[in-house]
């Protein structure tokens, strides 16, 4: 038995072991281990808050993107509706002053062509009154014709203009 080297290891063991619990060794090691499992416990609880951060951040920032997305589609659409109404009253403006254009120059016709008529009617008066006069001048002779020649001629002239 104390011959054998199987013996003289196991005594060694033991010793080994002893000496190990005497010092503590095994308490140390598990509290080594213990406070690096439990560091390790805390950077994952840290790193799944940060995780629940990110996400969170993540989420907000989609939401706010998603918000600025709509708020763009809407000025762009607003614009646009801006600019077509702003188009639409250029047309009605354009046509409106056409229309006014128009009527004032048809107006300024009517004006020029009553004015010609009148100045017409004036010169076929006057010409056909001198014709008339002449006509009865030499027809009718003496006092009596001249107040009758007279008398026509201011009646035609009232008629006629």
């Not at 308490?27 to 080594?32: A, D, L, N, R, T």
């Not at 801006?82 to 006014?100: G, I, P, S």
């Amino acid at each position: 038995m104390f011959a054998s080297a199987e013996f003289w290891v196991a005594v060694a063991f033991v010793i080994f072991w002893g000496i190990l619990f005497y010092y503590g060794v095994p308490g140390k090691v598990m509290g080594s281990l213990d406070s690096r499992g439990k560091r390790i416990a805390d950077e994952l609880a840290e790193a799944k808050r940060l995780r629940q951060d990110a996400e969170k951040l993540l989420k907000e920032f989609e939401s706010k993107r998603a918000a600025a997305e709509r708020e763009a589609a809407d000025i762009v659409s607003t614009a646009k509706e801006e600019a077509e109404r702003l188009a639409r009253e250029a047309q009605e403006k354009l046509a409106d002053f056409v229309k006014r254009r128009t009527a004032s120059a048809e107006a300024k016709i009517a004006q020029a062509e009553s004015q010609a008529m009148a100045e017409v009617r004036s010169v076929a008066v006057d010409t056909a009154i001198k014709a008339s006069e002449r006509v009865l001048r030499d027809e009718l002779s003496g006092p009596t014709g001249a107040s009758l020649l007279e008398k026509s001629l201011g009646d035609v002239r009232a008629k006629l203009q």
